[in-house]
T-cell receptor, first 111, second 120 residues
């Protein structure tokens, strides 16, 4: 069963625009992670935010976490065509970090 | 540093045939995961190993799936016999378990490219 639910399911934007993806989950977590998957490839880890953190940045990525609402958002600023991919959020437990993935958001950046 | 290696990348078999997937994790990573990803979905955990011990196999369909991680390094996932519904991408991931503040924890999982299985 998948805990995270990403919203929207698909997003199409122009190059240079910002892209925002949301993730909601159901149970308590230790951390939440975002992954990117290009077509036919494996998952690439983007960023991890722990349950006691509210915001984290990495390059053009900004992640927020609201544990009271059980939700997270991923913002990609100044998007590029190379950002076209599927983006997944995954919630992690404390021990063993069992990740539970959502169904993903398909992002298309048009040049 | 080499990433997680998986083979084969693609496999096409007929139903009822056996199939095996191989994974070599990142050197030094003691935790290894097998996931299955159906089309249009996120990955779902099948089994997790800490060294050579399977510590979470609750999602592994044990009637037809088996896995092993001899010597706590590379791992093999087997399906016998395969069914049409087993068509999916099988992903292997690895991570490093560590102690922090008296608590055992793992962090980032690094994924291999996956094996795309098609059962006809």
């Amino acid at each position: 069963s998948q805990q995270g639910e990403e919203d929207p399911q698909a997003l199409s934007i122009q190059e240079g625009e910002n892209a925002t993806m949301n993730c909601s989950y159901k149970t308590s977590i230790n951390n939440l992670q975002w992954y990117r998957q290009n077509s036919g490839r494996g998952l690439v880890h983007l960023i991890l935010i722990r349950s006691n953190e509210r915001e984290k940045h990495s390059g053009r990525l900004r992640v927020t976490l609201d544990t009271s609402k059980k939700s997270s958002s991923l913002l990609i600023t100044a998007s590029r065509a190379a950002d076209t991919a599927s983006y997944f959020c995954a919630t992690g437990t404390e021990y063993g970090n069992k990740l539970v993935f959502g169904a993903g958001t398909i992002l298309r950046v048009k040049s | 540093e080499a990433g997680v290696v998986q083979s084969p990348r693609y496999k096409i078999i007929e139903k009822k045939q056996p199939v095996a997937f191989w994974c070599n994790p990142i050197s030094g990573h003691n935790t290894l995961y097998w996931y299955r990803q159906n089309l249009g979905q996120g990955p779902e955990l099948l089994i997790r190993y800490e060294n050579e011990e399977a510590v979470d196999d609750s999602q592994l369909p044990k009637d037809r799936f088996s896995a092993e991680r001899l010597k706590g390094v590379d791992s093999t996932l087997k399906i016998q016999p395969a069914e049409l519904g087993d068509s999916a991408v099988y992903l292997c991931a690895s991570s490093l378990m560590f102690m922090a503040g008296g608590v055992t924890s793992t962090d980032t999982q690094y994924f291999g490219p996956g094996t795309r299985l098609t059962v006809l």
